[in-house]
C-alpha cells in the first residue's frame, strides 16, 4: 500500500543503515567498501540509482568513521578494510 511506498521512497532511517554496517563487523571483522556497499544497495530506496547509492554508503561510513567513531579505515588503495573501533 501506500506506507509501503512510503518507505520505499523514503528509505530508512540512517541509524538502521549504521547498525547493519557495525553487526556485519562484529560478525566478519573487516569488510571493504564494496562489501558494504553490497550489504547495503538493496535496502536504500528504490528511487536512488547505483551513484547515489554509492554515494550514500560513502557518506554513512564517513559520518560513522569522523562523527560517530565506531569504525576506523586501516590499510590503502585496494587492501583498505573497514574495522571496528575499539578505543
Aim: aromatic fraction near 10%.
Amino acid at each position: 500500500g501506500q506506507q509501503a511506498n512510503y518507505i520505499k521512497h523514503k528509505g530508512i532511517d540512517k541509524k538502521y543503515y549504521k547498525e547493519i554496517i557495525l553487526d556485519y563487523l562484529r560478525k566478519f571483522k573487516t569488510a571493504s567498501r564494496s562489501e558494504l556497499e553490497n550489504l547495503l544497495f538493496d535496502k536504500l530506496p528504490d528511487v536512488m540509482d547505483q551513484k547515489q547509492k554509492r554515494s550514500k554508503t560513502k557518506n554513512i561510513l564517513y559520518e560513522m568513521h569522523k562523527t560517530d567513531k565506531t569504525i576506523v579505515y586501516k590499510g590503502s588503495g585496494t587492501n583498505s578494510k573497514w574495522i571496528l573501533n575499539e578505543n
